[in-house]
Each structure stands twice: as structure tokens, then as C-alpha cells.
């Protein structure tokens, strides 16, 4: 699942718009009808004959008198029994609101303006669900042969959002129940520790597809939110040319 969201800076004179376009779908992964600590199984059958019969180009698993087939629904459930019945699992991405990066930042003076969307993610995959969020172009934002630079940092995010008097970069912070470790934090440097904080641990958008949330099991009904916060800031000795700056990102979801 995808969602594409474009961001607007008017440099000088406005802030930052974003629009979201929302593709569902719905995607095919594992469901274990029993499991242990080591080891699920898919699917099970009872019959009283069958197997696995294979050669050197074909392999056959089959069933014979089997029992309790067919698919039954109800309100809530969708069960489907039988040998080897097609898992199917539930995805969907939604939220995304358009997003406007706040106060104005002065062409003089410089600043620093923020903004931020939430992203819900909803799966009844038994595996979990990752979300990653990846930018159309880099730098992320322009405006015709203009830019802002991408926040640029080491293997780990920034625990601060630093700019210098001399520094223009455009970056962005996942918080949520489900963020990675890699923008956890121990209170001073982000990859490390447990804590998960607000507007702490910046990084850069990338062209690369960077995971920012993951989860190990279902969530279905009520899903997660993770919030993205984006943030601009332009240092006092930048002379920023003023126009509309565009950052198209794609987030997207996906089932394990």
C-alpha cells in the first residue's frame, strides 16, 4: 500500500502543502493455524490419505477424504477450511493529511519551520506490517534549479535538529508505537536505548526506501499510528532564493 505526498515550501512568503493519493490493495502472506515458539503451520488437514509424491520435474502434495471444507463468513471472520486454502490478509494504509511547515522563514533572517502528518496502518497479517517512506527526488525539495539539502547524518539519525548559520536542509522524524530501534533514543543519542520520544532523532529523506515503523503481529481492528514530523531550517547566513518548494514523498506498507 502506498500513499504519495507532495510538499510545498514558498519560501519567504508561505509554508508547506502536502497532498496524499491513497492506493489500496491488498497483498498475499502467511496466517499460522497453530504455532509454538519455534514453528507455525500454514495450514493443516484432516483426511486419511494423501502426501507428497515428487519426481525429478514435478512435485505433487494432495488430499484424500478430507472433512470440514469450504469457506464460512460471519460479520467479522472469514474462514476458509480445507487443504492448502489461500491465505489472505488485510492491509490498508490511511491519514496522510496534507501538511503545512510552520512559521514562514524570513530570506534575511532564516528560521526554522515545522510540519507533520500521521500515517495508520491496519493488517491482520499474523507476521506484522512495515512502513517505510521514500522521496521522489534528490535533494527531496526544490523549486525549478533551486533546493533545499536533505538533512544529512551518519548510520544514525540526529538526536537534535542542528543547523548552522550557513546550512538549508530539509529533514523528518517517525514517532510511534512501532518505530524502529534505529530512531529509538537513550536521551541523547538516537540507536541506542529504549525511548521513544516526539520531534527527536532527524534524518534525511532518501530515494532509497527507508523503514521508519515495523511491527511482529497483527494489529487488526484499531491499527497504529506512526506521525511523520518534517521540518525546515534555513541558517542566518543563507541567502535562500524565495519560490515554491516541492517534496514529493511515497510512504508505503507493506505485510510480512
Not at 511491527?215 to 518534517?230: E, K, M, Q, V, Y
Amino acid at each position: 500500500m502506498r500513499a504519495r505526498s507532495s510538499l510545498f515550501l514558498i519560501s519567504l512568503v508561505s509554508a508547506v502543502v502536502c497532498t496524499p493519493v491513497v492506493f489500496w490493495y491488498i497483498d498475499i502472506a502467511g496466517a499460522q493455524v497453530m504455532e509454538s515458539s519455534n514453528y507455525g503451520i500454514q495450514s493443516d488437514s484432516i483426511n486419511f490419505g494423501g502426501g507428497l509424491s515428487d519426481s525429478a520435474g514435478f512435485s505433487l502434495e494432495s488430499s484424500a477424504g478430507e472433512i470440514a471444507t469450504g469457506e464460512s463468513t460471519s460479520a467479522s471472520y472469514v474462514l476458509r477450511a480445507g487443504y492448502q486454502q489461500m491465505q489472505e490478509v488485510f492491509i490498508s494504509l490511511t491519514g496522510l493529511a496534507p501538511v503545512t511547515l510552520s512559521p514562514t522563514i524570513p530570506g534575511v533572517s532564516g528560521g526554522v519551520a515545522n510540519g507533520s502528518t500521521t500515517a495508520t496502518v491496519v493488517t491482520d497479517s499474523p507476521s506484522g506490517y512495515s512502513l517505510t517512506i521514500e522521496s521522489e527526488s534528490a535533494p527531496a525539495m526544490v523549486s525549478g534549479v533551486n533546493s533545499l539539502a536533505d538533512y544529512s547524518t551518519a548510520s544514525n539519525p540526529d538526536y537534535e535538529f542542528a543547523i548552522g548559520v550557513n546550512d538549508a536542509h530539509f529533514g523528518f522524524s517517525p514517532f510511534g508505537d512501532d518505530i524502529i530501534d534505529r530512531f529509538k533514543n537513550n536521551g541523547t543519542s538516537c540507536g541506542v536505548g529504549s525511548t521513544i520520544s516526539n520531534l527527536n532523532c532527524w534524518t534525511g529523506a532518501s530515494t532509497t526506501a527507508t523503514v521508519i515503523a515495523e511491527s511482529t503481529s497483527a494489529n487488526h481492528p484499531t491499527g497504529t499510528d506512526t506521525r511523520i514530523n518534517f521540518r525546515v531550517g534555513v541558517g542566518g547566513s543563507v541567502t535562500q532564493a524565495p519560490g515554491v518548494y516541492v517534496a514529493t514523498t511515497t510512504v508505503t506498507a507493506l505485510p510480512l
